[in-house]
């Protein structure tokens, strides 16, 4: 591969570091843009930026930029809070892109599933029909037009719910002694790096000349009931259920397919919950 294809991850925090150290051992020279540099993973060029200012980053890349990957996280769970890091930040990135006369490949926008609404259990994939009942969901969904519309191919990946190292709230619910007979709704998980490798697959095989589609699901192979789950942590932490500590229920109830991302070539390492949050509690465990 061209040592020269650039890359600039866009909010290169837990999940664009991950991307950007798999990027950068497949040989992509890698940018990295963040508020602080210094938390950037070594060997990532730092791009010091606030989304927030439109004013463009004054070490922003001068060279051509092959792929852009927009990886930001909302930097408060509000309204205002989502729109200003997936709308109002894209916007400033394409004006950014247009100063320079800048034309990559492709963009990556690292969406949600919280895009979808689906609430009877059943099985989904990128065709399903996108009505969220949240407003979360529907900036997200308002932030993948902007993808789209941004003038270069896109391609937006839904991230189920994400777990792994750092990301121990569940776990830490559970020893505390909460508890979830009732919360028969099904959930959907990705482990931190099989987001991470779905996101550089689909780098990896637009660079090779693949064919790609505008949506990608990232999910692992099985959607599982909140209650197993909760069951089989009790049990690998050995603890019981606190009387009156119940969790509470997850908005919606779906099953989300990841048929399209594996014909891509990308395999979870970490299929189900189980292996994921063994993995995780072994490290927890050292």
Not at 83 to 100: N, P
Not at 153 to 171: E, F
Not at 197 to 213: S, W
Not at 227 to 255: C, D, H, I, N, T
């Amino acid at each position: 591969m061209d040592r020269q294809l650039r890359v600039v991850v866009v909010g290169c925090g837990d999940i664009g570091s991950r991307v950007a150290l798999l990027l950068d051992k497949q040989g992509y020279t890698v940018h990295g843009l963040r508020r602080n540099t210094k938390r950037l993973p070594v060997g990532i060029l730092p791009i010091a930026a606030d989304l927030n200012q439109p004013e463009c980053p004054a070490d922003w890349p001068s060279q051509p930029i092959d792929y852009v990957i927009y990886a930001m996280a909302a930097q408060s769970m509000s309204e205002a809070g989502y729109q200003q890091s997936y709308v109002h930040g894209q916007r400033h990135l394409y004006r950014w892109l247009a100063h320079h006369q800048q034309q990559p490949k492709r963009v990556i926008f690292v969406s949600s599933s919280g895009v979808y609404g689906q609430r009877d259990d059943s099985w989904i994939d990128e065709q399903s029909p996108t009505e969220p009942t949240r407003w979360s969901g529907q900036i997200m969904l308002e932030a993948e037009q902007c993808a789209f519309n941004c003038g270069h191919p896109a391609t937006a990946v839904r991230l189920t719910g994400i777990y792994g190292p750092g990301r121990t709230m569940l776990i830490e619910r559970v020893r505390e002694g909460y508890h979830a007979p009732h919360l028969h709704s099904f959930t959907n998980r990705i482990h931190a790096d099989d987001a991470a490798a779905l996101i550089a697959t689909i780098v990896q095989a637009d660079a090779q000349g693949q064919a790609l589609e505008s949506l990608y699901m990232g999910v692992d192979n099985a959607p599982v009931e909140q209650a197993e789950v909760v069951a089989w942590l009790q049990q690998q932490l050995q603890v019981s259920s606190v009387s009156g500590l119940v969790l509470q229920p997850r908005s919606g109830s779906k099953r989300c397919s990841n048929a399209r991302a594996r014909a891509l070539g990308w395999q979870p390492q970490y299929s189900s919950y189980r292996e994921g949050y063994a993995a995780q509690l072994a490290e927890v465990a050292t």
